[in-house]
């Protein structure tokens, strides 16, 4: 059964911090990916990372990096956080071919005050 | 890039009518259209997809079609039941761009299932 988890659940931040959301899976899965879930707007693609330390820009990676140094871990990073960063943070994991499912992990939901 | 437009938005059954959610995309090169549902709460699920090989794809109660000539793809759910009450996201995976399995997702459906 495949499991992908996700550092907190909810977390709160103050505006120019600096944030963390880690996400792993144990299934060995080439791809990982960050999502960002707003209602209305469906899950919008931040990063995503085919193998360990390569990372591609998704639709709207402005404000983000990432992180991929093992195989199983994929950082997001919010270099200085602010309140339009307010939003569901969702990480997913599949292997390498195109039609491959995703698996989500539980999401973060993040506030930055 | 390729663009997914889903509708509608909000969608409101009675128990055992059926379902209907459209989704249009723009790349012809379009090959896989997965269907993700999530129940509130929770985290999205793959509950159905289709390859573009393929016309119609059934699973119990849930069937995709696609229509590659329009570009679009719907979800049908039939004898609907309060279980089905989620956000169901169509998507899309286009090889010419997105080799990586990445996919485009629609705005989502929110389906409310009324006993």
């Known amino acids: 059964d495949v499991k992908v988890t996700q550092s907190s659940r909810y977390l709160v931040k103050r505006t120019g911090e600096k944030v963390f959301l880690e996400c792993v899976q144990d299934?060995?899965?080439?791809?990982m990916f960050w999502y960002r879930q707003d209602p209305g707007l469906g899950l919008r693609l931040i990063y995503f990372?085919?193998?360990?330390?390569?990372?591609e820009k998704g639709d709207i990676p402005e404000g983000y990096s990432v992180s991929r140094e093992k195989k199983e871990r994929f950082s997001l990073i919010l270099e200085s956080a602010s309140t339009n960063q307010t939003s569901m943070y969702l990480c997913?994991?599949?292997?390498?071919?195109?039609?491959?499912?995703?698996?989500f992990g539980p999401g973060t939901r993040l506030t930055v005050t | 890039g390729e663009n997914v437009e889903q509708h509608p938005s909000t969608l409101s059954v009675q128990e055992g009518d059926s379902a209907v959610i459209k989704c249009t995309y723009s790349?012809?090169?379009?090959?896989?259209f997965p269907w993700y549902k999530q129940e509130l709460g929770k985290r999205p699920q793959l509950i159905i997809d289709?390859?573009?090989?393929?016309g119609e794809k059934k699973d119990q109660r849930i069937a995709v079609t696609l229509n590659k000539t329009a570009k679009h793809f719907s979800l049908h759910i039939t004898e609907t039941q309060p279980e089905d009450s989620a956000v169901y996201f169509c998507?899309?995976?286009?090889?010419?761009?997105?080799?990586?399995?990445?996919?485009?997702f629609g705005a989502g459906t929110q389906v409310v299932v009324t006993p």
């Open positions: 997913a994991s599949s292997l390498l071919d195109p039609g491959d499912e995703q698996y």
């Open positions: 299934m060995d899965h080439e791809n």
């Open positions: 990372s085919y193998d360990v330390k390569m990372k």
């Open positions: 790349d012809s090169a379009s090959n896989y």
């Open positions: 289709i390859r573009s090989n393929v």
């Open positions: 998507a899309a995976s286009s090889p010419t761009t997105d080799s990586w399995g990445k996919l485009q």
